[in-house]
């Protein structure tokens, strides 16, 4: 039957019951925010290409734990600065290392309140920048898998609760699987990075986290913006054993994000990455867009399109929005 009997708008008259037909509900216990910790003491570093990001030292590094606890927001992923690096990128498996060190303070001071989630990859740790070991000029897939296990279970040593390979390196969930339960960690999950495309949108990551190549670029390991090639890049991850599946960039993405949630019924996650954060803080302090609404209605098209889960530097700043009803004033 159609018009009359069908009137879509019924359903629109008042906030009370648009909220209760909402769709796609946003809420801050989805959201997983990202922090850079750095060496050295008693700083909070701001990142240039990231209005409101900082990397901070260990002893700092309750400051933003705590303003995002109060927002609600109680899942952190760490990406750390050491203090030197080198060819095999050794700080990031080092029982000193960074974050190490930063998750058995977390840990110390908040025990199980907080869920914290570790990046394993080499390239914040490598003096060339890259995400794996140079051999004739050339990342060494191989060589590399032995590296992200030990750096795997020395993050879940020191604390962490999930472990989240992103060095797009071919059987690197296996590998890291496989030392995890030689190690006793059979119960720490593994989110992977399953489909990170060679995208320009990590430019402000690379800056905050001190991570870009020395010489060339990571397309030889990191995806082309292909849709069948990403499933199949998550489906060798299913089969490695992974427990959730990313689909880094979100936004360029959603097509692969919708594919990957109607294909497998694991935990799908999505990276709101640096760059799509910059671009709405830059046009923000431009008055040309108005932020909450943007991140919001962004957000909502990233949840809908499939993802369970998503990494973002708006994190703290939406909860908030949740919390003081900007969300439900736009409904």
């Not at 990957?260 to 431009?286: D, H, T």
Request: glycine letters at 6%.
């Amino acid at each position: 039957m159609g018009f009359p009997a069908h009137r879509p708008r019924r359903l629109r008259q008042t906030p009370l019951l648009r909220r209760l037909v909402r769709e796609t509900v946003l809420t801050p216990d989805r959201w997983i925010f990202p922090l850079f910790v750095r060496a050295g003491r008693n700083a909070r570093e701001a990142i240039r290409s990231m209005p409101g990001q900082f990397r901070w030292t260990v002893d700092r590094l309750g400051e933003p734990v705590d303003q995002a606890l109060e927002a609600g927001v109680r899942a952190f992923i760490l990406f750390g600065l050491p203090e030197t690096k080198d060819e095999v990128g050794s700080g990031a498996y080092a029982e000193d290392g960074i974050v190490q060190t930063a998750i058995r303070e977390l840990r110390r001071r908040y025990g199980s309140s907080v869920l914290v989630l570790a990046d394993v990859c080499l390239c914040e740790y490598t003096s060339h920048g890259h995400c794996g070991v140079i051999r004739d000029s050339r990342v060494d897939n191989d060589a590399t898998l032995d590296l992200l296990a030990r750096t795997a279970v020395s993050l879940a040593t020191a604390g962490a609760d999930v472990v989240a390979p992103s060095a797009m390196m071919d059987g690197q969930v296996q590998a890291i699987r496989r030392a995890l339960d030689e190690r006793g960690f059979t119960e720490t999950p593994i989110l992977a990075y399953a489909a990170k495309f060679a995208s320009c949108f990590y430019g402000p990551f690379r800056e905050a986290a001190d991570s870009a190549p020395a010489f060339g670029d990571r397309r030889a390991y990191q995806m082309p913006f292909h849709r069948r090639e990403a499933l199949h890049e998550v489906a060798l991850d299913v089969e490695e054993g992974a427990d959730i599946v990313m689909v880094k960039p979100a936004l360029a993405y959603l097509d692969v994000i919708a594919a990957v949630r109607a294909r497998w019924p694991l935990p799908v996650a999505a990276y709101n990455v640096s760059g799509e954060y910059a671009m709405v803080k830059a046009a923000a302090a431009q008055g040309w867009i108005d932020e909450a609404r943007a991140v919001l209605e962004t957000l909502t098209a990233i949840h809908r399109a499939g993802a369970d889960i998503v990494l973002t530097y708006h994190a703290v700043d939406a909860a908030r929005w949740l919390r003081d009803g900007t969300w439900d004033a736009l409904l």
